[in-house]
């Protein structure tokens, strides 16, 4: 006979695969995270739902336009479950993005979701990366009012390609997408990761290595 804490193993495993395949489903109309709860949960407790007005389901943060004024002419306004507690368990979060004239998005991808942008103002060329071994691009210019989709976990970007402001609204198939930019993932690591490794990573020189580390 398998032993009890073998079978409560097995299921606490199955468990932790089904919650990680994607956000979890509610069981409940709704969930208004307590982000100051000290319960450690996938996600966050709700809060008494006797105490959830429309202000739970309601933000102001996506009117005002970011600050581009940084190397990379972009500014990303994040509005997941951290911001918007009314999303927690939803399954979905918001971003506004702005671009300066040429600003980039660089290379990023989403570890828990898929997003779909609409461009809300200017023109842009957006493009993505299937996985190994085939490394697709897949590329394409956006103008006002398109849409593309980022499928969830592949590396992508996007550029302003004019000399005006350009916006777009990103949806996100999670309350809590997480991003991992590729330059300051590989090059800005906390701490770095040795020159070494990298230069044969990349088939460069340390000192390639070493420019690059020191821009990030
Ligand atoms: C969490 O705590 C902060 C300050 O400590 C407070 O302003 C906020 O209202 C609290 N939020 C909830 C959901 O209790
Ligand atoms: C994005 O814009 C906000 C609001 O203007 C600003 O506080 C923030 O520092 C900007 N972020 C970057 C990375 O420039
Ligand atoms: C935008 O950010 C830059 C660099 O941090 C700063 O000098 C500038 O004052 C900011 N502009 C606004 C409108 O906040």
Not at 176 to 187: D, E, K, L, S, Y
Request: net charge neutral; with cysteine; hydrophobic share 40%.
């Amino acid at each position: 006979m398998t032993p009890p804490f073998l079978l409560v193993g097995l299921l606490l495993a199955t468990r932790l695969l089904i919650v990680m395949a994607s956000d979890p489903s509610p069981l409940q109309d709704f969930c208004v995270a307590d982000l100051n709860s000290t319960v450690r949960v996938n996600g966050y407790p709700c809060k008494d739902p006797r105490t959830v007005t429309a202000d739970d389901f309601f933000s102001e943060r996506l009117r005002n336009i970011g600050n581009t004024t940084n190397a990379f002419g972009f500014n990303v306004t994040m509005l997941n479950v951290n911001q918007f507690p009314g999303l927690n368990t939803l399954g979905i979060s918001l971003a506004r993005v702005d671009y300066a004239p040429w600003g980039l998005n660089p290379p990023h991808y989403h570890p828990r979701a898929t997003e779909v942008i609409t461009v809300m103002e200017g023109s842009l060329q957006v493009g993505f990366i299937t996985s190994n071994p085939d490394n697709k691009f897949f590329t394409k210019r956006l103008e006002k009012g398109d849409v593309f989709i980022f499928p969830r976990t592949l590396i992508h970007f996007q550029q302003n390609v004019g000399n005006c402001y350009a916006a777009v609204l990103s949806s996100l198939s999670s309350q809590n997408p997480g991003a991992v930019t590729i330059g300051r993932a590989i090059f800005g690591s906390n701490p770095d990761i040795p020159d070494y490794i990298l230069a044969k990573a990349f088939q460069v020189d340390k000192q390639v290595i070493d420019e690059l580390q020191s821009h990030f």
